[in-house]
T-cell receptor, first 115, second 115 residues
Framework: DTGVSQNPRHKITKRGQNVTFRCDPI?????LYWYRQTLGQGPEFLTY????????KSRLLSDRFSAERPKGSFSTLEIQRTEQGDSAMYLC?????????????FGSGTRLTVV | KQEVTQIPAALSVPEGENLVLNCSFT??????LQWFRQDPGKGLTSLLL?????REQTSGRLNASLDKSSGRSTLYIAASQPGDSATYLC??????????????FGGGTRVLVKP
């Protein structure tokens, strides 16, 4: 296991279309996070899972956004009826409750462009 | 609400000069603080993690200090090289349980090391 994997790396979509991103965390990590980063800004928290339970959601996560982690392993983030303001880098990170001192490991991100 | 600020937003230095990057946070009740590096269009790479009980951490040419009471951390990069050119982000994890497990990021410092 070489780290957190995100797919796709890039996604270009037309406004109004739905998109889905996937994140595969480090296998022994039970915590998974989604962040969004716009150009020139630091990442902003979207949501957090512990195993399959979604424990926290930011108010940035509008009704058009939904995230799942059905078996406590990989996670998906879906955006429905995309808008140009959704264009951003979507970052996934994982951490382990038993290795909490080691901090978060981030994936390479999915760059979304809505045209 | 935790707020993290990084000053300066951008920094340009000649090769060989030492880099000093600053991070400040408003709520001193943190669990830990993590410094990340981000190359253009890429994900985040963890550099150093400092627990709230620690004063500093070192890795190679990198040294990060933490003064929790004053809400400050500083990342020092000795003898900078052109390969150090990137954006450096600091992030804090709050210590209050109600704050959850999310990281709050600063806006980053964009560093250019000129040969």
């Amino acid at each position: 296991d070489t780290g957190v994997s995100q797919n796709p790396r890039h996604k270009i979509t037309k406004r109004g279309q739905n998109v889905t991103f996937r994140c595969d965390p480090i296998s022994e990590h039970n915590r998974l996070y989604w962040y969004r980063q716009t150009l020139g800004q630091g990442p902003e928290f979207l949501t957090y899972f512990q195993n399959e339970a979604q424990l926290e959601k930011s108010r940035l996560l509008s009704d058009r956004f939904s995230a799942e982690r059905p078996k406590g392993s990989f996670s998906t983030l879906e955006i429905q009826r995309t808008e140009q303001g959704d264009s951003a880098m979507y970052l996934c990170a994982s951490s382990s409750r038993t290795e909490i001192n080691y901090g978060y490991t981030f994936g390479s991100g999915t760059r979304l462009t809505v045209v | 609400k935790q707020e993290v600020t990084q000053i300066p937003a951008a920094l340009s230095v000649p090769e060989g000069e030492n880099l000093v990057l600053n991070c400040s946070f408003t709520d001193s009740a943190i669990y830990n603080l993590q410094w990340f590096r981000q190359d253009p269009g890429k994900g985040l790479t963890s550099l150093l993690l400092i627990q709230s009980s620690q004063r500093e951490q070192t890795s190679g040419r990198l040294n990060a200090s933490l003064d929790k009471s004053s809400g400050r951390s500083t990342l020092y990069i000795a003898a900078s090289q052109p390969g150090d050119s990137a954006t450096y982000l600091c992030a804090v994890r709050d210590g209050v349980k109600a704050a959850g497990n999310k990281l709050t990021f600063g806006g980053g410092t964009r560093v250019l090391v000129k040969p």
